[in-house]
């Protein structure tokens, strides 16, 4: 959907390599633009619409949903599980994916892993180092901006965040930070509270017995 000349190019090296190594890897490119400019045409004219400064978020999330429905559709036809790309800053520190989007996933093979982790397995499996060096980006906004851009701190700095609040370092004098490293854990600490809905089990009212009948 609308994603850059450079994000298609190193899919399609990517896939490619993987086509090459792997003898179950199969390919194939659905463009879904004109399914999402449809829908973004369609609630832009509903009367319920209300333009706002979430508008933007709104849409890129969106554009999220549609991938999972794509993916969910030829997982469905091919009998396949949908695998979650997500590793562990992400789904569990900073909760940086869309919900029901890319986090509509079957299973989630690297999601224990640390992004340095991350890169490192993949360097052991030989990926190509243009996609281990290029800088994340969720590519949902049509523009250049990176997660960085985004969060405000790297993921190196994030999982040193989330690293220092599981030591015994974080119940000592935090004095001692520096004051990089504070405004860090404090994008750290926000992010994650407020992406912990999509973290814990979705809230369900639970009915007493005996308001139920017997």
Same mark, same amino acid.
């Given at each position: ?16 390599? #993987? &086509? @090459?190594?792997?003898?179950? *890897?199969? =390919? ?59 590793n562990k800053v992400e789904d569990f520190g900073v909760g940086f994916f ?15 892993? #640390? &992004? @340095?982790?991350?890169?490192? *397995?993949? =360097? ?6 243009e996609i281990i060096a290029a800088p994340p980006t969720d590519g949902l ?27 015994d370092r974080a119940k000592q004098d935090a004095t001692a930070l520096t ?36």
């Open positions: 959907i609308r994603q850059s000349a450079n994000e298609i190019r190193r899919s399609h090296a990517h896939i490619n390599w #993987l &086509k @090459s190594t792997f003898p179950n *890897v199969r =390919a194939g490119e659905v463009n879904l633009t004109e399914v999402f400019e449809t829908f973004q045409a369609t609630v832009k004219n509903n009367e319920l619409n209300e333009t706002n400064s979430a508008t933007d978020i709104a849409f890129a999330n969106m554009r999220s949903r549609l991938r999972m429905v794509n993916l969910y559709y030829f997982a469905s036809i091919n009998n396949y599980l949908v695998g979650g790309t997500g869309t919900k029901y989007g890319d986090g509509g996933v079957d299973i989630s093979p690297i999601a224990d892993l #640390l &992004k @340095s982790e991350v890169r490192a *397995v993949a =360097a052991a499996l030989g990926v190509s180092n906004f049509g523009d250049t901006r990176t997660d960085e851009d985004q969060i405000g701190a790297s993921y190196d700095e994030l999982e040193w965040a989330m690293n220092y609040i599981d030591s004051e990089r490293e504070k405004k860090v854990l404090e994008i750290y600490n926000q992010r994650h509270t407020a992406n912990l809905h999509k973290m814990v089990e979705i809230p369900r009212c639970i009915i007493p017995k005996e308001l139920k009948g017997q």
